[in-house]
């Protein structure tokens, strides 16, 4: 059985896709901490990111081949169908005027004015090591 590009790009394509999502998302949160704290601990966050996925990839992607196929697309798409109904609802709840919009400015605010406080000399590291 030969496989064509034309049989597998659509999967590829939308795998792809995602991946780029991520990474965009990946390198907003980069930047905002760059941003706030500097370019240095958004730099070394990102590469101990990087360093550990590429661990946790090298050390559990050998053992996917033992997991069964049917099993493990059962066990995704039961998460896929149970996070998008919680989105669904949230979304309802939020047309509805039950729940408030998410206000990215202000939630943008609050946590740039937390790092601040926590990276200012007069709090010290005693509050950096509560949020282990």
């Known amino acids: 059985m030969t496989v064509s590009l034309f049989n597998i790009g659509p999967a590829m394509t939308a795998a792809f896709l ?6 965009v998302e990946a390198l907003t949160i980069v930047l905002a901490v760059a941003t706030v704290r500097g ?8 590469l101990a990111g990087l360093v550990l996925l590429v661990l946790i990839v090298a050390a559990l992607g050998p053992l996917l081949d033992r997991v069964p196929l049917h099993l493990l697309q059962l066990a995704i798409g039961i998460l896929l169908l149970l996070f998008g109904m919680r989105w669904l609802r949230k979304a309802i709840l939020r047309s509805a005027g039950v729940i408030p919009l998410h206000d990215e400015a202000m939630a943008f605010a609050i946590e740039t004015a937390e790092l601040r406080e926590q990276s200012s000399p007069t709090t010290g590291t005693a509050r950096t090591g509560l949020l282990l």
């Open 39 to 46: 370019w240095r601990p958004a730099g070394l966050g990102a």
């Open 18 to 23: 995602a991946s780029l999502v991520e990474a």
